[in-house]
């Protein structure tokens, strides 16, 4: 059964970092994707960046682009968010979530961790 945990969330003044991990286990690590999704309140869930567990394809979404860097670490099969120079706009539930490249969606999710950027 494939599970994804996120962790790393927290309360930050605008301007600093947070450091989210997903891990991932019960599935075999390689041509899957691992993405971040985020939620504000009164928002739809959107998708911030995304990893492909296999070589290459990285994506960011325009809003993060320049701030956020997702990395992965195939030995634990964990994925990292780097969260730099935060704003209040990225205030948000963040998910982690994992999808088999073949299948074309994340069809296992986590159960979020709380982002508040706020002074």
């Known amino acids: 059964q494939v599970q994804v945990v996120e962790s790393g969330g927290g309360l930050v003044q605008p301007g600093g970092s947070l450091r989210l991990s997903c891990a991932a286990s019960?599935?075999?690590?390689?041509?899957?994707?691992i993405g971040w999704f985020r939620q504000a309140p009164g928002k739809e869930r959107e998708g911030v960046s995304c990893i492909s567990t296999s070589e290459g394809g990285i994506y960011y979404a325009a809003s993060v682009k320049g701030r956020f860097t997702i990395s992965r670490d195939n030995a634990k099969t964990m994925v990292f968010l780097q969260m730099d120079s935060l704003e209040t706009e990225d205030t948000a539930v963040y998910y982690c979530a994992a999808g088999h490249l073949d299948s074309g969606a994340f069809g296992s999710w986590g159960q979020g961790t709380q982002v508040t950027v706020s002074s």
């Open positions: 019960g599935f075999t690590w390689a041509h899957y994707a």
